[in-house]
């Protein structure tokens, strides 16, 4: 049963709201939060835990540092298979407070012992809690947002990733090293609490059989009364898609659908754009742009490496909340092709800038730095969030959980092989001709979204798969070659 909270809300609203869905997406998005705290953790103490200060017992080596940097990144791809199988079999909500209990381990285990070995095995249990959380987070806010807002609330995602970068970042400019962790620590076990009395996603429960709590958890969603004409639409709706198909971890059954194979590849290829566009490269040598720029005679402009996180997070967030606001107004394609092109004349710039210095023909300090925060602000306000939001669309409840496990797991391996891989390129070619080869990544994105993509919002999966298999398209001229015709 549903826990009374809902009978309460109900009674309260009669007309009908989207606040519960969106309260309910914030809380939900918690262990992304998490994971966007451990990711920025190492930025604000690595001098300290270099130094002579460090709270291990000796200071950590840049080998130390490197491997707690990336060691997440091994350790989530195995965890999306983990909670992918999960979540089909389990539930989204058992899944997803399975995904808390390794992060808060995690945080308990560096407040226990900072020794270098305790801190990369701290990592790696973060990683793991994050790795299944990416995969469940998405699938547990598409299925409890209706059509109108799904967009918006997708891009929570990412936004609270941000807010967690921004988050520790403060933090750590203001507070001892214990003190953030017992605050770190504190978020996966509040979203456990909380999470323990919200329920079940509506699909789910369809899927189990329990037709008379759906209707609850849905009117409690939308703010209605359970036997709302809307409400019993939306039931109608499950129950068909739940007799025609039943979800299970099955790659065979994704690929053997030519349809669904097709929406596949448009999915992973728009994911696998963001990872290659070079913003995480951007946000991982930030730092040295800024010390570039600041040995320019030409600008005045030197800040701290904390306090370079702390503008890099600022700009992200302000991306993050545009495109919560844009998202479900423009549509998913115009917004990623606006924030593409922008993300590739930034990238291009960038190149230049790099190019130039290395010519030693010197610009103002500021342009590489506005260009850096203006890619940031694109890959924020489209590129990132965008991705898991057309992710989720574009497939039934039966192959969304093999879908975001499959596209997660390649995701995340491409992040830890580009961030390895990053240094030595720039050593073989230079800086210049790696930020050219991002930029023309992103500007022939563009062309990809024009002719291949099609747009989600608003549409039913059968439209969205009209479009992939060009019946729209033929319909249309089929149109216009009748009404010549006549």
Same mark, same amino acid.
């Given at each position: 049963?549903?826990?009374? %909270?809902?009978?309460?809300?109900?009674?309260?609203?009669?007309?009908?709201?989207?606040?519960?869905? %969106?309260?309910?997406?914030?809380?939900?998005?918690?262990?992304?939060?998490?994971?966007?705290?451990?990711?920025?953790?190492?930025?604000?103490?690595?001098?300290?835990?270099?130094?002579?200060?460090?709270?291990?017992?000796?200071?950590?080596?840049?080998?130390?540092?490197?491997?707690?940097?990336?060691?997440?990144?091994?350790?989530?791809?195995?965890?999306?298979?983990?909670?992918?199988?999960?979540?089909?079999?389990?539930?989204?909500?058992?899944?997803?407070?399975?995904?808390?209990?390794?992060?808060?381990?995690?945080?308990?285990?560096?407040?226990?012992?900072?020794?270098?070995?305790?801190?990369?095995?701290?990592?790696?249990?973060?990683?793991?809690?994050?790795?299944?959380?990416?995969?469940?987070?998405?699938?547990?806010?598409?299925?409890?947002?209706?059509?109108?807002? #799904?967009?918006?609330?997708?891009?929570?995602?990412?936004?609270?990733?941000?807010?967690?970068?921004?988050?520790?970042?403060?933090?750590?400019?203001?507070?001892?090293?214990?003190?953030?962790?017992?605050?770190?620590?504190?978020?996966?076990?509040?979203?456990?609490?909380?999470?323990? #009395?919200?329920?079940?996603?509506?699909?789910?429960?369809?899927?189990?059989?329990?037709?008379?709590?759906?209707?609850?958890?849905?009117?409690?969603?939308?703010?209605?009364?359970?036997?709302?004409?809307?409400?019993?639409?939306?039931?109608?709706?499950?129950?068909?898609?739940?007799?025609?198909?039943?979800?299970?971890?099955?790659? #065979?059954?994704?690929?053997?659908?030519?349809?669904?194979?097709?929406?596949?590849?448009?999915?992973?290829?728009?994911? *696998?754009? #963001?990872?290659?566009?070079?913003?995480?490269?951007? *946000?991982?040598?930030?730092?040295?742009?800024?010390?570039?720029?600041?040995?320019?005679?030409?600008?005045?402009?030197?800040?701290?490496?904390?306090?370079?996180?702390?503008?890099?997070?600022?700009? &992200?967030?302000?991306?993050?909340?545009?495109?919560? &606001?844009? %998202?479900?107004?423009?549509?998913?394609?115009?917004?990623?092709?606006?924030?593409?092109?922008?993300?590739?004349?930034?990238?291009?710039?960038?190149?230049?800038?790099?190019?130039?210095?290395?010519?030693?023909?010197?610009?103002?300090?500021?342009?590489?730095?506005?260009?850096?925060?203006?890619?940031?602000?694109?890959?924020?306000?489209?590129?990132?969030?965008?991705?898991?939001?057309?992710?989720?669309?574009?497939?039934?409840?039966?192959?969304?959980?093999?879908?975001?496990?499959?596209?997660?797991?390649?995701?995340?391996?491409?992040?830890?092989?580009?961030?390895?891989?990053?240094?030595?390129?720039?050593?073989?070619?230079?800086?210049?001709?790696?930020?050219?080869?991002?930029?023309?990544?992103?500007?022939?994105?563009?062309?990809?979204?024009?002719?291949?993509?099609?747009?989600?919002?608003?549409?039913?999966?059968?439209?969205?798969?009209?479009?992939?298999?060009?019946?729209?398209?033929?319909?249309?001229?089929?149109?216009?070659?009748?009404?010549?015709? %006549?």
């Amino acid at each position: 049963m549903v826990n009374k %909270v809902y009978n309460v809300s109900l009674n309260k609203e009669m007309k009908g709201s989207k606040h519960n869905q %969106v309260l309910m997406s914030i809380v939900v998005c918690m262990p992304v939060l998490a994971y966007g705290t451990a990711m920025g953790w190492i930025s604000p103490n690595k001098a300290l835990l270099m130094g002579d200060s460090s709270p291990s017992t000796s200071p950590l080596s840049e080998e130390d540092v490197s491997w707690m940097a990336s060691i997440m990144f091994i350790f989530a791809p195995i965890a999306v298979f983990i909670y992918g199988v999960a979540a089909d079999k389990f539930g989204r909500k058992h899944a997803l407070l399975c995904a808390s209990i390794p992060v808060a381990l995690g945080w308990a285990v560096k407040l226990l012992c900072a020794h270098p070995i305790a801190l990369i095995g701290a990592r790696a249990l973060i990683g793991f809690g994050s790795g299944g959380a990416f995969v469940v987070c998405p699938l547990y806010v598409k299925e409890i947002s209706e059509d109108s807002i #799904r967009g918006m609330t997708g891009t929570f995602i990412i936004f609270s990733q941000t807010m967690g970068n921004l988050f520790v970042f403060i933090l750590g400019d203001l507070l001892p090293f214990n003190a953030v962790l017992w605050i770190l620590l504190a978020i996966p076990l509040l979203h456990f609490c909380i999470l323990l #009395r919200l329920p079940e996603t509506p699909s789910y429960l369809i899927k189990c059989g329990k037709n008379e709590e759906t209707a609850k958890v849905l009117g409690w969603l939308r703010s209605l009364p359970e036997d709302d004409k809307s409400i019993l639409e939306e039931m109608d709706r499950l129950i068909s898609e739940k007799t025609s198909c039943e979800p299970k971890f099955s790659p #065979r059954l994704l690929f053997s659908d030519k349809t669904a194979r097709k929406a596949f590849w448009v999915a992973i290829i728009v994911n *696998l754009t #963001r990872e290659f566009c070079g913003c995480i490269a951007v *946000l991982v040598y930030a730092s040295h742009i800024f010390a570039e720029a600041g040995k320019n005679h030409n600008t005045s402009i030197a800040l701290s490496p904390n306090k370079q996180s702390i503008l890099l997070a600022a700009v &992200q967030i302000m991306g993050s909340f545009l495109a919560c &606001q844009l %998202v479900d107004r423009a549509g998913r394609k115009p917004l990623l092709s606006v924030t593409s092109i922008v993300a590739g004349f930034s990238m291009c710039l960038l190149g230049i800038w790099f190019y130039l210095q290395s010519v030693q023909i010197f610009m103002p300090g500021w342009i590489p730095i506005a260009a850096m925060c203006t890619c940031i602000f694109a890959d924020a306000s489209g590129l990132q969030p965008l991705p898991f939001v057309i992710m989720t669309e574009m497939f039934n409840f039966q192959l969304r959980g093999t879908v975001a496990t499959l596209i997660m797991a390649i995701s995340l391996g491409t992040d830890f092989a580009l961030l390895k891989l990053f240094a030595p390129l720039n050593s073989w070619i230079g800086y210049h001709y790696t930020f050219w080869i991002f930029s023309f990544i992103c500007l022939a994105n563009i062309f990809y979204l024009y002719f291949y993509v099609p747009e989600t919002k608003m549409r039913s999966l059968e439209d969205i798969y009209a479009d992939l298999e060009g019946r729209n398209k033929k319909k249309n001229i089929d149109n216009v070659i009748e009404t010549n015709h %006549v």
